[in-house]
Protein backbone atom coordinates (compact mmCIF):
# COMPACT_ATOMS: atom_id res chain seq x y z
CA UNK A 1 0.00 0.00 0.00
CA UNK A 2 1.36 3.12 -0.88
CA UNK A 3 1.37 5.94 2.00
CA UNK A 4 2.74 9.65 1.76
CA UNK A 5 2.76 11.41 4.99
CA UNK A 6 2.19 15.21 4.67
CA UNK A 7 3.69 17.73 7.04
CA UNK A 8 1.13 20.58 7.32
CA UNK A 9 -2.37 21.13 6.42
CA UNK A 10 -2.06 23.85 3.94
CA UNK A 11 -0.93 21.72 1.10
CA UNK A 12 -4.22 20.86 0.92
CA UNK A 13 -5.56 23.66 1.39
CA UNK A 14 -6.91 24.34 -2.17
CA UNK A 15 -8.31 20.39 -2.38
CA UNK A 16 -10.64 21.17 1.17
CA UNK A 17 -11.58 24.62 -0.40
CA UNK A 18 -13.11 23.26 -3.34
CA UNK A 19 -14.47 19.91 -1.96
CA UNK A 20 -18.20 18.76 -2.62
CA UNK A 21 -20.41 17.16 -0.50
CA UNK A 22 -21.61 13.45 -1.02
CA UNK A 23 -25.08 12.24 -0.96
CA UNK A 24 -24.02 10.30 2.37
CA UNK A 25 -22.44 14.09 3.60
CA UNK A 26 -19.15 13.08 3.66
CA UNK A 27 -16.65 16.09 2.70
CA UNK A 28 -15.32 14.50 -1.20
CA UNK A 29 -13.40 16.03 -4.09
CA UNK A 30 -12.70 14.51 -7.11
CA UNK A 31 -9.46 13.46 -5.41
CA UNK A 32 -9.82 12.27 -1.68
CA UNK A 33 -12.28 11.52 0.51
CA UNK A 34 -11.49 12.84 3.76
CA UNK A 35 -11.26 11.21 7.23
CA UNK A 36 -10.04 11.63 10.65
CA UNK A 37 -8.19 8.83 13.10
CA UNK A 38 -7.61 9.24 16.72
CA UNK A 39 -4.57 7.43 18.77
CA UNK A 40 -6.55 7.44 22.10
CA UNK A 41 -3.84 7.05 25.10
CA UNK A 42 -5.33 6.35 29.06
CA UNK A 43 -3.03 7.49 31.98
CA UNK A 44 -1.33 3.91 31.82
CA UNK A 45 -0.28 4.55 28.08
CA UNK A 46 -2.09 2.11 26.82
CA UNK A 47 -3.57 2.40 23.49
CA UNK A 48 -7.94 2.04 22.57
CA UNK A 49 -8.29 0.17 19.09
CA UNK A 50 -10.82 -1.42 17.61
CA UNK A 51 -11.57 -4.41 15.54
CA UNK A 52 -14.07 -3.07 12.70
CA UNK A 53 -16.46 -4.77 10.93
CA UNK A 54 -16.18 -3.14 7.67
CA UNK A 55 -12.18 -3.07 7.66
CA UNK A 56 -10.59 -5.36 5.71
CA UNK A 57 -9.97 -8.85 7.34
CA UNK A 58 -12.12 -6.79 10.10
CA UNK A 59 -8.67 -5.41 11.03
CA UNK A 60 -7.84 -3.64 14.73
CA UNK A 61 -7.20 0.33 14.08
CA UNK A 62 -8.09 3.39 15.74
CA UNK A 63 -11.19 4.53 15.99
CA UNK A 64 -12.35 7.12 13.15
CA UNK A 65 -14.54 7.78 10.58
CA UNK A 66 -15.36 9.56 7.02
CA UNK A 67 -15.40 13.39 7.61
CA UNK A 68 -19.23 14.81 7.19
CA UNK A 69 -19.61 18.34 5.90
CA UNK A 70 -20.57 21.06 8.12
CA UNK A 71 -18.09 20.28 11.15
CA UNK A 72 -14.57 20.50 11.89
CA UNK A 73 -11.86 17.41 11.87
CA UNK A 74 -11.43 17.60 15.26
CA UNK A 75 -15.49 17.57 16.20
CA UNK A 76 -15.71 14.53 13.55
CA UNK A 77 -13.35 12.90 15.19
CA UNK A 78 -15.25 13.08 18.90
CA UNK A 79 -18.77 12.07 17.44
CA UNK A 80 -17.25 9.15 15.70
CA UNK A 81 -15.19 7.92 19.00
CA UNK A 82 -18.95 9.04 20.91
CA UNK A 83 -20.53 6.73 18.42
CA UNK A 84 -18.50 3.94 18.01
CA UNK A 85 -17.06 3.81 21.72
CA UNK A 86 -18.86 6.19 24.25
CA UNK A 87 -15.59 7.45 25.07
CA UNK A 88 -14.92 10.77 25.94
CA UNK A 89 -11.61 11.78 24.71
CA UNK A 90 -9.67 15.14 24.66
CA UNK A 91 -8.11 15.86 21.54
CA UNK A 92 -4.52 17.41 21.73
CA UNK A 93 -2.27 17.47 18.35
CA UNK A 94 -2.20 16.31 14.73
CA UNK A 95 -0.27 13.80 14.34
CA UNK A 96 -0.14 13.19 10.77
CA UNK A 97 -1.73 13.63 7.85
CA UNK A 98 -1.90 10.56 5.46
CA UNK A 99 -2.31 9.38 1.69
CA UNK A 100 -3.25 5.95 2.09
CA UNK A 101 -3.41 5.61 -1.80
CA UNK A 102 -6.90 4.51 -2.05
CA UNK A 103 -8.34 8.11 -2.16
CA UNK A 104 -8.62 8.66 0.97
CA UNK A 105 -7.11 11.26 2.91
CA UNK A 106 -6.48 10.97 7.04
CA UNK A 107 -5.96 13.06 9.36
CA UNK A 108 -4.43 11.25 12.34
CA UNK A 109 -4.63 13.29 16.21
CA UNK A 110 -3.38 12.42 19.54
CA UNK A 111 -5.99 12.14 22.18
CA UNK A 112 -6.24 11.58 25.83
CA UNK A 113 -8.72 9.21 26.91
CA UNK A 114 -11.16 11.27 29.53
CA UNK A 115 -13.17 8.04 31.04
CA UNK A 116 -12.11 4.14 30.55
CA UNK A 117 -15.39 2.39 30.76
CA UNK A 118 -16.51 1.88 26.71
CA UNK A 119 -19.77 0.44 25.07
CA UNK A 120 -19.40 -0.06 21.50
CA UNK A 121 -22.03 -0.06 18.71
CA UNK A 122 -21.98 -3.50 17.36
CA UNK A 123 -23.09 -2.68 14.35
CA UNK A 124 -19.76 -1.43 13.42
CA UNK A 125 -17.23 -2.46 16.19
CA UNK A 126 -16.75 -6.31 16.79
CA UNK A 127 -14.34 -5.78 19.94
CA UNK A 128 -12.29 -3.15 21.39
CA UNK A 129 -9.70 -2.54 24.41
CA UNK A 130 -7.08 -0.73 25.78
CA UNK A 131 -3.46 -2.35 24.35
CA UNK A 132 0.07 -1.71 25.42
CA UNK A 133 2.42 -1.06 22.46
CA UNK A 134 4.41 -3.71 23.12
CA UNK A 135 1.35 -6.23 22.51
CA UNK A 136 -0.54 -5.06 19.79
CA UNK A 137 -3.94 -7.35 18.54
CA UNK A 138 -3.33 -8.34 15.23
CA UNK A 139 -4.72 -8.10 12.56
CA UNK A 140 -3.86 -4.06 12.86
CA UNK A 141 -3.97 -1.99 10.28
CA UNK A 142 -0.59 -1.44 8.75
CA UNK A 143 -0.64 2.62 8.78
CA UNK A 144 -2.14 2.49 12.25
CA UNK A 145 0.66 0.21 13.68
CA UNK A 146 3.31 1.87 12.16
CA UNK A 147 1.89 5.58 13.98
CA UNK A 148 1.56 3.67 17.32
CA UNK A 149 4.77 2.61 17.38
CA UNK A 150 6.51 5.93 16.22
CA UNK A 151 4.60 7.87 18.49
CA UNK A 152 5.51 5.69 21.99
CA UNK A 153 9.44 5.96 20.32
CA UNK A 154 9.13 9.19 20.41
CA UNK A 155 8.13 9.63 24.12
Request: aromatic content about 12%; hydrophobic content about 40%.
Amino acid sequence: MFEQKFENIETFSGIIKDSLVSAAGRIVSDKFTLGVSGLIINEKSMVYLQKHRFWKNKSWGMPGGFVKAGSSLQENLLREVKEESKLEIEINELLEILYQGNKNLSFVFACTCKNQIYKLDSFEVIDAGFFHPDYLPSPLLKSHKEIILQNFRNH
